[in-house]
Structures are given as structure tokens and as C-alpha cells.
Nanobody, 123 residues
Framework: QVQLVESGGGLVQAGGSLRLSCAAS????????MGWFRQAPGKEREFVAS????????YYAGSVKGRLTISRDNAKNTVYLQMNSLKPEDTAVYYC????????????????WGQGTQVTVSS
């Protein structure tokens, strides 16, 4: 079992930055692909970014490409999401997830999920 705990969310003005962290416990995530998803009120959970277990391959949703950066530190069993140039439409609960299927963008491929951290971007 993998337990995931997100942190780093908060309230920020448009154009600002936040760095989310996802700390894993229970087992090493070094062989898992990792992803970030988000869910805004009244909307479905959507893919944001993913990273392969080596960290060499990253993928992003078109809406965040160039502004958000996913990274990982397997020695610390932690994944990060650096969020720059934030927009009000980035407001959502952000979830970290782990998958054995490479670095999928499909939430159905992720077996383990954190509880989420709220990100609110004011205009």
C-alpha cells in the first residue's frame, strides 16, 4: 500500500506561484509513475501532469503547459508540482496519485490517491 499526503496549497493572487508537495509512505514510489490531478467545484477530476518513475518523461495538460512543472525526488519519496503564473481557473483541489502504468493521463490507471490540497487563485 502507498499512502500519499499533499501539502502546499493555499490562497494566491493571479500571477503568483505555489509549490505543491506529495509525500509518500508505506513503500517506495521509485517504481511508480506519479501524477497530479485537480477537481474544481461542479467539475470532473482532470489530469494536470504526470512523470515517469525515472523522472525522464513528463506530460502536461494543454491548459497548464509552460506554467506548471512536475518533478520527483525518489530519495525523499516525494513528488512536486511547481505552479507559476497562476490563473483563477487553476482554482481546484489538487490530488497526487500513483500508478504502475508508466505515466498515464487517465485517472483510471492510478491505484493510489491522496486526500487533496486546496488551491485558490484570486483575480
Amino acid at each position: 500500500q502507498v499512502q500519499l499526503v499533499e501539502s502546499g496549497g493555499g490562497l494566491v493572487q493571479a500571477g503568483g506561484s505555489l509549490r505543491l508537495s506529495c509525500a509518500a509512505s508505506g513503500r517506495t514510489i521509485s517504481t511508480y509513475g506519479m501524477g497530479w490531478f485537480r477537481q474544481a467545484p461542479g467539475k470532473e477530476r482532470e489530469f494536470v501532469a504526470s512523470i515517469s518513475w525515472t523522472g525522464r518523461n513528463t506530460y502536461y495538460a494543454g491548459s497548464v503547459k509552460g506554467r506548471l512543472t512536475i518533478s520527483r525526488d525518489n530519495a525523499k519519496n516525494t513528488v512536486y508540482l511547481q505552479m507559476n503564473s497562476l490563473k483563477p481557473e487553476d482554482t481546484a483541489v489538487y490530488y497526487c496519485a500513483a500508478t504502475l502504468y508508466g505515466s498515464s493521463s487517465s485517472r483510471n490507471d492510478y491505484a493510489y490517491w491522496g486526500q487533496g490540497t486546496q488551491v485558490t487563485v484570486s483575480s
